[in-house]
């Protein structure tokens, strides 16, 4: 039979760790990671895991001194008053830490998944719902945590793989940019969310063992080492996803910068639209398990130290305790500050030195070393608290809400107009249709928010921006970097607005295309998801986002390509490509040149080469599509770029090499010889090869020598490409485009 | 409590020598007791002895009772000796192996009111006791509420004796040991504690008798009964046992070191120590080949996790995550929402109470008036809700989506339970979206967490996965082949684990 005796596994140890060792931190570290050593965070990481290391062995060391009862040990060194106060140091610490992830999941929470509740509420439900779990003791925790664990670090590990892809290796590249000082204190730093290995102190009489187990140190050394090296794996995945996805200033910004990162990560499949509220949902359990950990020895400590019968007793005055310090008027990220300053100077050194001047302490005095009603009160109040709740949630139901299917934002003067697309929900349910004009909703207003709360008073339903589709910027708008910045600030405030969102510009004014969404088979939105998602896509256009504007916003120089929209009659059509730089549209290239810079780019799959019947008139712009002789499809494309310098010039290399096949103008018939045809084909080869090489030239003296758009973001790839130009030209973008010299090297295949 | 009873309904009176006082205690005893037969005869020829017969009426086989019992002692107590009148009559006069000697009064009483039959002899304070039980009963009924596509139809039935029967007939070995006790100080319920003892964990065994030990009750009519009064969670809707009318199972399970419990009058016998893994197994699991076994195990699981979770899970993606549909369904739920006169908590809980109630009313219809019932509850009440714009369709899905689920969990105690956290976490959702779905399931899982039955975790092997050399996960969500079942799980005796080995003499 199992016996009710408070042990636990290695393995169970294991899991519980990583639970504890993870669930906060993870949302975290890329802020700690980024903000003391920027790209080097990487290196941070790596430094603070092997810091773990020497803590967790230099703890369980001195938990062997003490013969496993820490608390036992303390009194018969130092005695009762003075293992009174250092109980009473321990407690404030664990409480200093169960404030802070309360408050920070209480504040994720709220501002993602329950923005119109009280986050008081959230906390408190999440003390409750904690301290319960910590009821139950110490082997209840430590099973809960071994079904979550494939539950939950399974998914976000998997989660963060598929986020890969949406790197830019600009902003994770070169490493060893900053200072040792910096990368030995941001090792430090993050070493600080490793700071509850501490707990292993008390919780090592706690695990099982077989009697005649000779290894135990070692095994339990091993175990806790495993659990450190999941953890800094996951670390590390988080910190390369979250600075590759946003940029270092986006993830220094927001203490739990990360969060936004899940919105950018697509999951495969189309039954879920956005999976952001999934994976916090998932990350949600863990954090249960690392507030009842502290709830649990704070208990633990309390009885011990207060000369309490059950420990369970000290839950509730706890809990109430831990709420009042949560709801403290501060903001989270000065409630981080002092949580940090803490745990830098007092709370880790506290966690060595302590347990060192004990075993001393031990030493020298050579002591010879010789263990239902509150829960279901506890359950009780959850469930009551939920109960009371009933008005405190400020919830919308489904059919109140207006689901913006699409926006649309003209600039006139100072004064912004905002379209709102609405979905036609009457014909969904075939009852008829709304009047078309009715599904387009018109405000005016000088800033986005006032527009919101002009909203607000106009209209009896909630507006709702989780199905925005698309969002269309007039061309005034797209020109003007301030109101532009604002709009992305606005986006980037707004986590309800995915940041997977399409995001077009008009060749003219949004309302011209909001217009067309009567004539547009779905509506707007539904039209430009589509447009995207089954031909742009297709023919090799690269997915824009409002979360890449962001990006560049923070950023501040990539060069962000965006679709122009042309609004006809009753039709719509992309005419090229809108080059936003620094906040602002700042070029416009046709369709063509638009097509020549996604092949520079690398996105050239399923595009047409036109070939003209005057081979001298390929190259020529809007020939080759009146007369075209030959038309050829790219099946397969890849672009490779290398840098290097002649004199004291950088030097592209771009090498373009694909397949293609000749849709129109040959067609083998077997009536010509083998040869003949490889002839044809060769030389359809070399039109096509010198079409692309002198268009792409074109378009690079056009738009980068002399109209100064780093549209391939070359500037920003030296970063990892090649240090030394990098280095040379750092903050010199201009003469870096200036100098830069460049080779095309061309070879499509025909089949 | 009378003259000739104790506190615990124990008759005090003693047995007499004297026939007349034993009949005048008898009577006194079984006044107004219609049922119960009596009758003085005189037997032998020149050394005649008065003897006298007690029997419930219709508890007994008469027919065997005439043949084996009257019959033979008017024809062959002809030679009746002068005295040890008592040892001639039970050696000569009565043709049966099953008798033996009572020798307290209580004891008599007891064995007549469970079907035996006492014959009182004058000149002795004992008496004999012949068991030719004949009680009424349904035979071997056909499993209803368990039923499988494979493997035995048979279930157990009220009559405890037969119950007894239907175990042994199929585990044909001595170490089967089955305890009787009685249980109940006015309805003597026989319960019978089986178990394979070289096995079973002793102090297991030890445990539940202790436990059948710890209350005097005045009767017990059920398992149900039993099981109540035997659990240590008493304020868990989840069950500490384990309940099944499938002999075989019950068998199963006997083999895997577990104990089963047999109560007198009820069809379901209770299965001990149980865990979570124990109520999604089903008896033709082990019969059926080893993917479908896995696949409808992960069915079931699934289904489990519907049930609890897709009512609150809908109300919280409604009203606050909205995000995470696909803008098609999301704006197809609006759509369907758009005139409902209720909330979506309101919606919900009124269909999931509707339904429910016509389920309860399905099971307590005789068998045609409940499928009528359920024509004209589901299908014409439910259309016309729709139609008339009460509730939404979508709801009207997820409700019997949610009902169906819940039915691919083959114990209903467990399923019911499942039924009750579904409310909590229906209630939480509403006020709380996602983070209050979180908050249900995390509320539960610390609770089955908590859980013991007889000192075995609840959600072994899911937590303690590593126990039994990490075996128990064979048998788990996934089933592995009958061939990698070499050991039998964490309930038994750990040094009787093996329960397969290739037979070196083949």
Known sequence: MFSNNEKISLRQLKRLLVFDLFSVSGLIIPRIATATAGRDGLITIILAVLYAFIYAWILLSLSKYTGGNYLDYCRRSLGGILTFIIGVLYIAKLAVGCAFASRLFGEVINQTLLKDTDPRIIILLLLVVSAYAASKGFEVRARIAEVLYFIVIIPIFAFLLLGLNKIRFTNLMPLFTEGAGDIFIGGYNVFLTFSILELMLFCAPLIKFKKADIKRGKRLFHSVSHAIVVVGILDVLLFVVTLGILGREETRQKLWSMVNVIQVIKLPGGFIQRQDAIILGIWMSSIFSVISAFFYYISFIGKYIFHVSKQNYLLIPFVLLLFGACVIPMETEQFFYYFEYYMKYIGMPQSVILPAVIVFMGKVKKIKNHKPALKILLLITALASAVFLTGCSDMTEIEDRNFVQA?????????????????????????????????????????????????????????????????????????????????????????????????????????????????????????????????????????????????????????????????????????????????????????????????????????????????????????????????????????????????????????????????????????????????????????????????????????????????????????????????TYADKENQFLEDLEFTIDVDLKIQ | MSLLHDEQNRITAALSKSLSENIDTISALFTDCADVIKRKITVGDLNKVDIYFLYVDNMVNKDLLERVTIHQLLASLKDMPAKDHFEYIKEKGLRTVDLSEVITMNELIEDVLSGDTIILVDGFDKAIKVSVKGMPNRGVPTSENEVAIHGSRESFSEAFYINRVLLRRRIKDTNFKIKQIKVGIRTHTDVAICYLEDVAKPEIVANIEKRLKEYVIDGIFDSGMLEQLTERNVYSPFPEFQTTERPDKAASAILEGRIAILVDNSPMALLLPTTLNSFFQASDDSYSRWEVATFTRILRYFGAFISIALPGLYIAVINYNAEVLTSAMALSFAAARDGVPFSVLFEVIMMEVAFQMLLEAGIRLPGPMGSTLGIVGGLIIGDAAVNANLVSPIVVIVIALTAISAFTVPNEPFASAFRIVRYLIIVLSAFLGLFGFILGIMILLIHLGGLKSFGMPYLVPFAASGINEGTDTKDAIVRLPLRALKRRPIFSKKTERTRLVRNKDE
């Open chain 1, 407 to 727: 926006m649309g934002i003209d600039l006139s003067g100072n004064e912004l107009t905002v379209y709102y697309v609405l979905p036609d929900l009457k014909a969904l349910t075939e009852q008829g249709s709304k009047e078309p004009e009715k599904l387009i909703l018109e405000i005016k207003g000088f800033d986005f928010w006032q527009i919101e709360e002009l909203y607000d008073l106009k209209y009896n339903k909630r507006l709702d921006f989780s199905h925005l589709k698309a969002i269309i910027l007039g061309k005034k708008l797209a020109k003007n970097p301030k109101q532009l910045s604002e709009f992305l600030t606005y986006v980037e405030n707004k986590y309800e607005l995915g940041r997977n969102t399409l995001i077009f510009t008009s060749d003219s004014t949004a309302k011209e295309v909001i217009s067309l969404n009567h004539d547009l088979e779905g509506g707007i939105g539904d039209f430009l998801d589509r447009l995207y998602r089954i031909n742009l896509k297709n023919t090799g256009k690269k997915v824009i986002t409002v979360g890449d504007m962001v990006f560049a916003m923070n950023e501040e120089n990539p060069v962000i390509s965006m679709p122009v929209l042309k609004p006809g009659e009753k039709t719509l059509e992309t005419t090229g490509l809108g080059m936003f730089y620094h906040n602002r549209l700042a070029f416009e290239v046709n369709k063509k040149e638009a097509d020549y810079m996604d092949i520079a780019n690398g996105y050239g799959k399923n595009k047409l080469i036109f070939l003209t019947k005057n081979q001298e008139e390929d190259t020529e712009e809007g020939k080759g599509e009146a007369i075209s002789e030959y038309v050829v499809k790219i099946k397969y494309i890849t672009r490779t770029l290398k840098f290097t310098t002649t004199g004291n010039h950088p030097l592209l290399a771009i090498k373009i090499e694909g397949v293609g096949i000749v849709e129109k103008g040959f067609m083998d018939t077997g009536m010509v010889s083998n040869k003949a045809n490889a002839k044809i084909i060769e030389g359809i080869e070399n039109r096509c090869n010198n079409a692309v090489k002198t268009r792409i030239a074109k378009n690079l003296e056009k738009i980068m020598k002399k109209a100064k758009i780093d549209f391939m973001n070359l500037y920003r790839m030296t970063s990892y490409k090649n240090r030394k130009i990098w280095s």
